[in-house]
């Protein structure tokens, strides 16, 4: 577990709204519809608890994006929410209905793009705080428990995870989500270092 | 360890050995994808032999040409967008088929004088070479893929509807059955009331032939009776109606009632029922009437499958909680090519239009559904030319 204060939960929280509100500004304008995204919730975990608080939370099998970022940081970023709201995000957004109860290969394309623009964004607005380049691979899609998603490539349990409640607000729906960022330790002393730079200036 | 010399001649030999500019050109014209790349300033720097012939456009026409004069109309529209980040963020990007509809003009060469566009899925990746910063962008060619799904669309809806069809079937010809039993038992019931008043002779002496006739009557009318109530069992437990008032219930005066209720059935057939002597007090979870109806058809199939003159067991043990009751003919036996369909419905050992003994064949199918609905179970042991022993397996009732 990480500590941090919280004047340094609401800085990332608040620069993470922002990434997400610009997102969603894109998602909106690809789909002609009002789509908003908010994060009401940061924190840091080790990979394996964040592992146990998924399955949890959830007992059926998640489904989303990952995508591996290199650079200042290293490691995976996902995008992940319960396997049915998977199904309906996508279908909401390209507005569609199919009575077939798994994503379609050119829907689980289309899902990989909006993880990608979602993603995307908080990558970079993580990026803006270290003020360092990270780059991120292509998004692929992913299904699993909580234990399968986070087992992947990094599995050292020290890496932490930094854990975001990811709100999807589509319709009149409000589907539930998560990103997680999988850091090593280096990486994370130096976001925590360049965060309180960062407040100290403000 | 090389010396310097060789370290030298090895170089030269990577160096010769590695692909000229113009072998790799050729290689990025041979891909089955769209690729072309874009450097720091916007300008089209590579474009392969794909996108010739998908937009109609060489080579000279576009490099060292900036993306927005090749393609105005994408000005502003995503595909910019993304272009631009890989640039400046170093971030791939993916556009989809679904949430990007035709990203570029890029078309099939002339299929019988139609122009056709192809469904496109198009990656965008940050390249980095010699300190500079390019734009790979690829363009993958999905039209099978949009075709299969358009197909599995129509696929799904079709399977969709059919279901609902046949639901729509089923519950109307559940309906029916229900109906038509209800309007078959009614007559029927006033024609077995009549037929008794007449063979009781409240109506006058009846000559001996005609009291034959009226037997004959009677009893058919007794078997559409039982068959109209078996059918509309069936139904119930189908459409899940069949109420079951679970509770305690003294297994020993229930079977005595059942036996009693099954003698004159017995007698007609000359078996005589033997319940175990010395038992009592054995309180079990259960719906008198339904746990009835099941004792009844155990007994009813007992006597009718019984050799004439022979006896019927009926034997109860207690065990682990439950209670097993036991039925045991001494007949013929199930042959073995029917015993894994006894249970079913409308299933008779022997199916043809002469066989010796009557029933619908639903009996012991409606006995398992209500057997289980009463979380108990039903089975059977049996052995050609010895007979048949029936079991059911019976929940004590727990005062707790």
Known sequence: MLDITELQRDYITEILNISMGRAASVLSEMVSEEVSLSVPEVDFVQRNIAAEKFDQANVSTMSGVTQSIRGAIYGDALLMFPEEKTLSIVRILLGETLPVESLTEMEQEAMCEIGNIILNSVVSSIADILKKEIMSSLPRFIKGTGCEVFAVETSNDDDLVMFLKVNFGLESQSINGYVTLILNVDSLQDFIFQLNEQINAI | MLSEVDKMNHEMEVESAAPSGRLFEKVLDLSENGLFLVDADRKIILWNEWMVQASSVEPVDVIGKVFS??????????????????????????????????????????????????????IVKPVQSDGHDYCMVQITDVTPMVQRESVLRVLAKEAAEGQKAAEGVSQMKSQFTSTVSHELRTPLTSIRGSLGLIASGVMGELQPEVSRLIGIASNNTERLLFLINDILDMEKIEAGKMNFVMGPVDLIVVLKQSIEANQPYGEQYHVRYLLQDGISGIIVNADTDRIMQVFSNLLSNAAKFSLEGSDVDINVSESNGMVRVEVKDYGAGIPLQFQSRIFDKFSQADGSNTRKVGGTGLGLSISRAIMEMMDGTIGFVTEEGKGTTFYLDICLFNKG
């Open chain 2, 69 to 122: 004069q090749v393609f105005p109309d994408l000005v502003g529209k995503r595909i910019e967008l993304v272009i631009n980040t890989a640039l400046d963020m170093r971030t791939a990007s993916l556009l989809s088929r679904s949430l990007n509809k035709s990203i570029f003009p890029l078309y099939y060469a002339n299929v019988g004088g139609k122009k056709m566009r192809i469904e496109q899925s198009v």
